[in-house]
């Protein structure tokens, strides 16, 4: 009778103590990288990283891919595309072989900190100040802090290799963030209305810092990125280029188009498009 109650204990998993381990089922065995999986190609914004499998014993493995950012997943198979939130950091690469009766075996590949789309060409230093009274709402510290994101983005002229150093006082330019009936002070060709270059001067209006314009509100854009744009375009105007126009219907507008007055046609674009950064 205690044979039959211990077999029935063993068959049931209950009763009369643990089950012994050669009661229970064997976990498969992983599979194992024989050549490891790597990442071929430049770490840098723009670029396609491409992963290689590997290759697994003992025969043919299926594979999948996850790429990760500081542990989160921000891509899957063979090709990843670097994005620009990728810049100074690390990709993680797991490969993950599997085959039937045996366990899914994952290995992680690392790449090197990823880069900017070009090595720094040239360094800029510039100075922030205020001009007439701002108004409610208008967060000078803010201003300066959202105004060198705009320069130290991936998207922006750093991809042209320009980098930009906010110092106390002096520099090439000064970015001012102005009182709009203060504006048409900086020259006759400004507009209470706009934001305006003259000079050295690189004059952001503080109705559009704080309201973007009606064109662009009418798009459901973000102020955040009106401000982008608004530094970047008065900014590439103090870099030597002048106003753009809509490439064709449905195109990225170029950064240096009047965006605050209408897209005609274009979509809206806080960025330097890839044909601006490739301009001398």
């Given at each position: 009778?205690?044979?039959?109650?211990?077999?029935?204990?063993l068959?049931?998993?209950?009763?009369l103590?643990?089950?012994?381990?050669?009661?229970?089922?064997?976990?498969?065995?992983?599979?194992?990288p024989v050549?490891?999986?790597?990442v071929?190609?430049?770490?840098?914004?723009?670029?396609?990283?491409?992963?290689?499998?590997g290759?697994?014993?003992p025969?043919?493995?299926?594979?999948?891919?996850?790429?990760?950012?500081?542990?989160?997943?921000?891509?899957t198979?063979?090709r990843?595309a670097?994005?620009?939130?990728?810049?100074?950091?690390?990709?993680?690469?797991?490969?993950?072989?599997?085959?039937?009766?045996?366990?899914?075996?994952?290995?992680?590949?690392a790449?090197?900190?990823?880069?900017?789309?070009?090595?720094?060409?040239?360094?800029?230093?510039?100075?922030?100040?205020?001009?007439?009274?701002?108004?409610?709402g208008?967060?000078?510290?803010?201003?300066?802090?959202?105004?060198?994101?705009?320069?130290?983005?991936?998207?922006?002229?750093?991809?042209?290799?320009v980098?930009f150093?906010?110092?106390?006082?002096g520099?090439?330019?000064t970015?001012?963030?102005?009182?709009?009936?203060?504006?048409?002070?900086?020259?006759?060709?400004?507009?209470?209305?706009?934001?305006?270059?003259?000079?050295?001067?690189?004059v952001?209006?503080?109705?559009?810092?704080?309201?973007?314009?009606?064109?662009?509100?009418?798009?459901?854009?973000?102020?955040?990125?009106?401000r982008?744009?608004?530094?970047?375009?008065?900014t590439?105007?103090?870099l030597?280029?002048?106003?753009?126009?809509?490439?064709?219907?449905?195109a990225?507008a170029?950064?240096?188009?009047?965006?605050?007055?209408?897209?005609h046609?274009?979509?809206?674009n806080p960025?330097?498009?890839?044909?601006?950064?490739?301009?001398?």
């Open positions: 009778m205690r044979r039959l109650l211990t077999v029935l204990a068959a049931l998993g209950l009763g103590g643990a089950v012994p381990a050669t009661a229970r089922a064997a976990e498969p065995p992983p599979l194992v050549s490891p999986p790597s071929d190609g430049v770490a840098r914004y723009g670029r396609t990283l491409v992963a290689a499998p290759s697994w014993a025969g043919a493995a299926r594979v999948r891919y996850e790429w990760r950012r500081e542990g989160t997943p921000v891509g198979g063979r990843y670097v994005q620009p939130a990728d810049v100074g950091h690390r990709l993680t690469l797991v490969v993950t072989a599997s085959a039937p009766g045996y366990a899914d075996t994952p290995v992680q590949v790449t090197p900190r990823i880069k900017h789309r070009v090595d720094v060409r040239r360094t800029v230093r510039y100075s922030v100040r205020v001009k007439g009274r701002l108004g409610p208008a967060d000078v510290a803010a201003f300066r802090r959202l105004a060198q994101e705009t320069y130290d983005d991936a998207r922006g002229w750093r991809a042209k290799g980098r150093v906010q110092v106390r006082r520099g090439a330019f970015l001012w963030l102005s009182e709009a009936s203060r504006v048409p002070g900086f020259s006759s060709v400004c507009s209470a209305q706009w934001s305006c270059r003259v000079g050295r001067n690189v952001i209006n503080v109705e559009r810092w704080q309201h973007a314009s009606p064109a662009w509100n009418r798009l459901g854009r973000s102020l955040r990125d009106y982008h744009m608004v530094v970047n375009h008065e590439g105007h103090w030597g280029r002048g106003h753009a126009s809509c490439p064709r219907a449905g990225l170029p950064v240096m188009m009047q965006q605050s007055k209408g897209l046609g274009c979509r809206a960025w330097p498009t890839p044909r601006e950064l490739r301009r001398r």
